[in-house]
C-alpha cells in the first residue's frame, strides 16, 4: 500500500507563509508527477502546482509568483511553500502523486489526507 502523509498546514495572517510537505512511502518504482491540490468550502477542487520527475512544474494563474513547487526524489517528497497568502487561500490542501508500484508497469494515483490551511487576520 502506498502512502502519501501532509504536513504543514496551519494558521497564518495574511501576507504571511507557509511550507507544506507530502511523504510518499511504499514500494515504489518510480514517481512521475506530484502535485498540490486544493478545495475551499463551496468550491470544486483545483489544481494549484504539479511538478514533474525531471523537474518541469505548472501552476495556476491565482498562484504564481507567490508559491512554489519542489520535491527531493530520494526521499519521495514534495513541498509546497506558499508566500504572500491571501484569504482567498483558505483551504484543504491535498497532495497527489502519479507513480508506478515496484512490480508494475501500471501508473496509479494515489491522494493525501489533505490538510488544512487559514489565512485569516
Known amino acids: 500500500q502506498v502512502q502519501l502523509v501532509e504536513s504543514g498546514g496551519g494558521l497564518v495572517q495574511p501576507g504571511g507563509s507557509l511550507r507544506l510537505s507530502c511523504a510518499a512511502s511504499g514500494r515504489i518504482f518510480r514517481i512521475n508527477t506530484m502535485g498540490w491540490y486544493r478545495q475551499a468550502p463551496g468550491k470544486q477542487r483545483e489544481v494549484v502546482a504539479t511538478?514533474?520527475?525531471?523537474?518541469?512544474?505548472t501552476y495556476t494563474d491565482s498562484v504564481k509568483g507567490r508559491f512554489t513547487i519542489s520535491r527531493d526524489n530520494a526521499k519521495n517528497t514534495a513541498y509546497l511553500q506558499m508566500n504572500s497568502l491571501k484569504p482567498e487561500d483558505t483551504a484543504v490542501y491535498y497532495c497527489n502523486a502519479e507513480l508506478i508500484r515496484i512490480g508494475e508497469g501500471l501508473r496509479t494515483t494515489y491522494w493525501g489526507q489533505g490538510t488544512q490551511v487559514t489565512v485569516a487576520s
Open positions: 511538478i514533474r520527475s525531471d523537474g518541469r512544474t
